[in-house]
Every structure is written in structure tokens, then in C-alpha cells.
């Protein structure tokens, strides 16, 4: 009778042991599949790539202004705006920051700068190109002439647009000018889009 007994536990604790296996094997399967799943809903890990907007490539102000000139809204409208929105969705990135980049060359002007003013309601629509009595200044406005320009062309509310200026702070490629490079330099002065995940860090 006791080797019954003994018989019987020694199946149930077997019986036990391969439930646990069983539940263990599961989870761990279903672990997987939700982190697949995660990663799938997320887009690729990997920062988006840059898009730059440079004179070479069209993307011309003229020299001191942020206006755009009708050829200029052509390529964006029909290059640089797809690109920036194909990027945004392929990586999940909607936060859409506008970088506006210049040379060293100091800006001249008669009037008094007004961005304090004008920026904001200009971003919004209005018609009053803002003044820039410096070359951070004139980055900003620039940038700010960019975005307003994108959110016309099909960058709804999904994306969120962030206007910014690095004035003549930045070389191409991420270096930091050492201030001795005043010459009239076209590869310099360029619109940089960037693109992040909401919560990310600002580059």
C-alpha cells in the first residue's frame, strides 16, 4: 500500500514539475512575442537621419533676409517636405526641430531688430517678415520661415515643429566654429531638420 502511495507522488510531483516547465515555456513565449510587438510599435531604434536644406541644393535666402522665395517653397513642397515626413513615420519621430545655421559674416542693418516682436505672430501666418540685427537673430528667423513654410505644405498637428537658431556657432558636421572662419561661406549658411521621439533628449 505504501509503495502505491509513493508511486502515486512521485507521478504527481512529475505531473507538477512538467506543468511548471509548460507555464515557464509560455511565458517566456508570450514575453517574447509583446517585446516583438513593442519594438514593432516603436519603428527602428536608430536615430533618424538629418535633412539638410543647403544653398547648393536651392535652398537659398537672400543675404540678410528670411523671406522664401517662390522656388525655394517649390523644392520644399515638393522634396524636402515628403522627406521630412516619410523620416517622421518610418522612425516614429513626429518632434521636428528646425535648425537655422549662418556664416560668420556680420549681418548690417539700418533698422532695429524686431524679433521679439515679430517672430511669433510671423510662425503664425502674418505678413511681416521679422528683422534680425544679428546672425543668431537671422538663424531664427530663417528657421522660423521654414516651419511655418512645412506646416503649410502637409505637416499637420500631428508633428511637432520647434523653430531654432545655432547662428554661426556650427559648422557642418557638428563642430564648433573656433571664430576665425569670417569668410562668405555658402556650405554654412543651410536650414538642418532633425528629427526625435517625443521625450527624447534635443540634440
Known amino acids: 500500500m505504501s509503495g502505491r502511495r509513493r508511486g502515486g507522488s512521485s507521478l504527481h510531483l512529475q505531473m507538477g514539475q512538467e506543468t511548471i516547465y509548460l507555464l515557464l515555456t509560455g511565458g517566456l513565449f508570450v514575453s517574447l512575442l509583446l517585446s516583438l510587438y513593442i519594438l514593432s510599435r516603436r519603428g527602428p531604434t536608430e536615430q533618424p537621419p538629418i535633412v539638410t536644406l543647403g544653398e547648393a541644393n536651392g535652398y537659398t535666402f537672400a543675404a540678410g533676409s528670411a523671406a522664401i522665395s517662390p522656388a525655394f517653397a517649390r523644392q520644399l513642397e515638393n522634396v524636402a517636405a515628403p522627406r ?15 535648425i537655422g545655421h549662418t556664416d560668420e559674416v556680420p549681418v548690417t542693418r539700418t533698422k532695429q531688430s524686431d524679433l521679439d516682436q515679430s517672430l511669433i505672430p510671423w510662425l ?14 537671422l538663424g531664427m528667423a530663417r528657421a522660423v520661415a521654414v516651419a511655418r513654410a512645412l506646416r503649410g505644405v502637409g505637416l499637420d498637428a500631428r508633428y511637432t515643429i520647434i523653430p531654432l537658431s545655432a547662428g554661426p556657432l556650427v559648422l557642418p558636421g557638428d563642430h564648433v566654429t573656433d571664430g576665425r572662419d569670417a569668410d562668405d561661406d555658402q556650405r554654412r549658411r543651410r536650414i538642418e531638420v532633425r528629427l526625435r ?7
Do not use: S
Open 197 to 203: 521621439r517625443p521625450g527624447e533628449a534635443v540634440h
Open 84 to 98: 521630412v515626413r516619410e523620416i517622421a513615420d518610418r522612425y516614429h519621430a513626429p518632434v521636428i526641430e528646425v
Open 124 to 137: 503664425r501666418g502674418g505678413r511681416q517678415e521679422p528683422v534680425a540685427g544679428d546672425n543668431v537673430g
